[in-house]
């Protein structure tokens, strides 16, 4: 049996070591590498050319993202799965701009991992969340594209009163959760909000949004 080639990138090597253990314990994959930062993933990536790297977002040297842009650049065939403590939409953007297959948060179960790593093997899309798969839908539907350039101060002046809050809120550093709990909805529902500001706006990341409306406050 041809087993699948997976290679590590994450800087916690405890959590490594116990991702290691799982994959290698599965009779249709292995693991043939590990890298703890953006620089040492891209490296390996040449030399031991993975079937599925699996990539956290926050690494030093090279974060995940700017990882994965630098590698699919150089080889639009690689198949990378984010694997994150992050659950936020703008996340989900940036993984389907840059080209990832997937994307899983680091609670999710054993069984949808490996999943998951199948899934991602077989050219698949495995993206986790309701939010997720209406990105996907989304992208779907209008493709990959850049984002369209609006003028910020007339979407700022047509934001309705939920999404003036939710801003609001994401500027003192609240979460989704967060978000949900003082609004009273769902963090579905909070999420879905925040991904139409960043749609709204023309943007990639509330980051971008939040920049966009300082700049002409």
Do not use: C, W
């Not at 993933?41 to 994965?68: F, Q, W």
């Not at 997720?132 to 539907?141: E, L, P």
């Not at 009163?161 to 500027?171: A, D, F, M, S, T």
């Amino acid at each position: 049996m041809t087993k699948i080639k997976v290679l590590l990138a994450d800087d916690h090597e405890i959590f490594r070591n116990g991702v290691r253990t799982l994959i290698d314990n599965e009779p249709d994959m292995t693991v043939v590498g590990e890298a703890s930062n953006g620089e040492e993933v891209i490296a390996k990536v040449e030399t031991l050319e993975p079937d599925v790297l699996i990539m956290d977002i926050r690494m030093p040297r090279l974060n995940g993202i700017d990882s994965s842009k630098l590698l699919l650049n150089k080889n639009p065939n690689l198949k990378i799965l984010i694997f994150s403590l992050y659950d936020n939409v703008e996340y989900v953007v940036q993984a389907l701009n840059l080209g990832a297959k997937g994307y899983l948060l680091k609670d999710t179960s054993n069984k949808i991992f490996l999943d998951a790593i199948r899934a991602v093997y077989k050219n698949q899309f495995y993206y986790i969340g309701d939010v997720s798969n209406s990105v996907i839908s989304y992208y779907k539907t209008h493709g990959q594209q850049e984002p369209e350039v609006k003028n910020s101060a007339n979407v700022a002046e047509h934001l309705s009163k939920k999404e003036q809050e939710i801003i609001q809120l994401i500027k003192e550093g609240k979460n989704s959760k967060e978000i949900a709990d003082i609004l009273g909805n769902s963090v579905r529902t909070i999420d879905a909000h925040r991904y139409n500001i960043i749609k709204k706006f023309g943007a990639r990341s509330m980051e971008e949004v939040i920049s966009q409306i300082e700049r002409i406050a």
